[in-house]
């Protein structure tokens, strides 16, 4: 039981890097990297749990009550939004592929050469 | 490489990978048991600080100089992704809207346009106040900054391109972008021109529980909650004027919303 988060995560990443590499369209390998990114959250989540906590906002609750790591939340926040970034440059980059390639194909890019 | 071969290359990295993940699986704190510097803020924080809401102390605060890194990424990866978008047609934009050749433009209801705008002002509002309540509930610059962008979309699908560029005029977006980023970089530089540390916190904490809790942390949750709204929204603006046709002689009347 208490492997379960991690395997998880591992099953995640393992997916998300099988579907890179047989990816046949470059907006799904971008979904693809989004599944690989999520093993990270799954896995530090999983790391600041801690059994019979509440969340770390001291509200409702006084402080000295316990509750989870804040550190792993507030890492996952920053994954979150620049992935939520990145993904965004990713898909531009496809379109301007697609525009002057027009192909989404991995396999079917060649290098850049200028009079392409 | 033949297709075969990268298969094989791909057998052979998740092989590794499952075994280096078994090792560190074994390795790592067992499931549900404290963490030590997290239970350390979480035992420190709220009287040294006087806020209430951990996660935004530690972005903020407690390891704020991460967070001016993560910060200057997703500058940079807007900026890159604008730059791609813009490519030849520089900063030109115009109004029109997005227009398909041969694909009939039917106006929208009015009952879309109705719950869209009803939608947008709640999405709004809720937007700031989620980044205004950073360091005391559940919230922070960064989850409502990116509500306040996703309003702006509301108001883009009820009432179509021309309003929503009315609306907002689009250098406004590159401007909270920039002025968001730049207010954080100062707010963390400010303390080294008094020989402190970058971004230690030499405002009054305040109240616990109140909105004004965290000293410091309040300047950088309202310059990240700009940064993150003006980048999202720039976003969203460059995408549709990239996707777009202009047809020559098109007119806007049909993209007006109905009386």
């Known amino acids: ?29 971008v979904g693809c990297l989004s599944v690989c990114q999520s093993a990270t959250y799954v896995l530090l989540l999983g790391i600041g749990f801690r059994a019979h906590a509440g969340p770390p906002i001291f509200y409702d609750h006084p402080p000295g009550t316990p509750a989870v790591d804040p550190v792993t939340q507030a890492l996952v926040l920053t994954d979150i939004v620049v992935g939520a970034a990145v993904s965004a440059l990713l898909l531009v980059i496809a379109l301007q592929v697609f525009k002057r390639r027009h192909t989404l194909d991995p396999r079917h890019l060649r290098p850049l050469r200028p009079d392409a | ?42 035992a420190l924080i709220p009287d040294a600080r006087g806020v209430s809401n951990m996660v935004a102390a530690v972005n903020f605060d407690v390891r704020g100089i991460d967070t001016v890194g993560e910060e200057a990424m997703l500058v940079a990866a807007i900026v890159g992704a604008v730059v791609l978008l813009r490519g030849s047609r520089g900063e030109g934009t115009t109004d029109r809207a997005v227009r398909v050749p041969g694909r009939a433009l039917e106006p929208r209801a009015d009952a879309t346009a109705l719950v869209c705008r009803i939608g947008a002002v709640v999405t709004l509002v809720f937007g700031l106040y989620m980044a205004l309540h950073g360091t005391v509930t559940p919230g922070g610059g960064f989850q409502g900054g990116a509500v306040v962008a996703s309003g702006l979309l509301l ?55 109140d909105l004004y809790s965290g000293g410091l942390m309040v300047v950088s949750n309202l310059a990240v909650a700009a940064a993150v709204a003006g980048s999202f929204a720039l976003l969203l603006l460059e995408v549709m004027e990239e996707t777009r046709e202009v047809q020559s002689g098109e007119d806007d009347a049909a993209e007006e919303p109905p009386q």
């Open chain 2, 155 to 209: 108001v883009y699908l009820g009432d179509g391109y021309p309003p929503w560029r009315r609306l907002v005029p689009g250098p406004l977006f590159g401007v909270v972008e920039a002025g968001g980023a730049l207010a954080f970089v100062a707010a963390a530089l400010w303390p080294l021109a008094h020989g402190d540390a970058a971004l230690a916190n030499r405002l009054r904490p305040g109240e616990w529980k």
């Open chain 1, 1 to 29: 039981m208490s492997l379960l988060p991690w395997l998880v995560a591992a099953w995640l990443i393992g997916v998300g890097v099988a579907g890179l590499a047989t990816s046949r369209n470059i907006v799904h390998m």
């Open chain 2, 1 to 42: 490489m033949s297709e075969g071969a990268r298969r094989v290359l791909l057998a052979l990295a998740l092989a590794v990978l499952a075994v280096a993940a078994w090792r560190v699986a074994g390795a790592l704190p067992m499931f549900g048991s404290a963490t030590p510097y997290g239970q350390a803020v979480n």
